[in-house]
């Protein structure tokens, strides 16, 4: 057999869940990213969830705990639609 069928029937099958965990792992990461766009971006329609709660809790009342929510929602869904294969990848490790 050839590379490739090995590296499809054999090595793709045994890493999903490792590669699931670590998409959670770094899609979580990325959400929550402060200090780069922070450095990188000087216009607000490119500033990410977090720098935009930052001006939220500075100017806002009651309305920030909506948005807190509305927030959590994206790595909440990833975490709940991926749980089954985080939870096999975190246990696969060694």
Do not use: C, H
């Amino acid at each position: 057999a050839n590379s490739w069928k090995f590296f499809i029937d054999f090595l793709i099958p045994l890493s999903k869940t490792m590669i699931a965990a670590m998409f959670i792992f770094m899609f979580v990461y990325g959400y929550n990213q402060y200090l780069w766009p922070l450095i990188m971006t000087s216009d607000e329609k490119y500033w990410t969830v977090v720098m935009g709660m930052k001006i939220i809790f500075m100017s806002w009342g009651v309305e920030r705990f909506a948005y807190i929510i509305l927030s959590m929602i994206p790595p909440v869904l990833v975490v709940i639609f991926l749980q089954r294969w985080f939870i096999q990848g975190l246990f696969q490790t060694k």
